[in-house]
């Protein structure tokens, strides 16, 4: 049994999947975006690539906000700035999880984990009860049973 192995058996039997060390390993959230204090070292246009799209970020906003609350160009744009480098962070961390399974595939468990590796446990459950009804939470409930059935008989 590969240590691949161990992982996703623990894992199935609800075992935390963060660790300090993982948690340790991981970079900061600019430097998982390749981004640099220095503004001479963002001067790339590698920054643009990581933005949310404007639009999407307004609306989010303006749904977000109380009524009569404006916001800037300056912050609408640093808020999808923000965004972009929390999804690639977030994308590092749960890439971990997938890489520490022998996995090439990053599955919404993993989103899960890395939540909880970057310490955004208050998203997890708000987020699993949106994702319900859907192919996720279907095949993963019918894993779970079918693996707790096999342990029991």
Do not use: W
């Not at 090439?104 to 708000?126: H, K, M, N, Y």
């Amino acid at each position: 049994m590969g240590s691949g192995d161990v992982g996703k058996r623990a894992r199935a039997q609800g075992a935390p999947g963060p660790t300090a060390a993982t948690a340790a390993s991981l970079p900061t959230a600019a430097t998982a975006a390749g981004l640099s204090a220095t503004p001479a070292a963002n001067s790339t246009g590698i920054e643009k690539e990581f933005e949310l799209p404007q639009a999407s970020v307004g609306r989010i906003l303006k749904r977000k906000l109380p009524e009569g609350v404006t916001v800037s160009k300056e912050a609408r744009l640093a808020f999808a700035k923000a965004g972009g480098i929390f999804i690639l962070y977030l994308t590092h961390a749960s890439n971990t999880f997938c890489r520490n399974d022998r996995r090439q595939t990053v599955s919404a468990r993993d989103v899960f984990d890395g939540l909880r590796c970057i310490q955004f446990e208050d998203f997890i459950e708000p987020l699993e009860k949106s994702l319900q009804g859907t192919y996720f939470i279907s095949f993963n409930s019918a894993f779970f049973i079918s693996t707790t059935l096999a342990h029991i008989h």
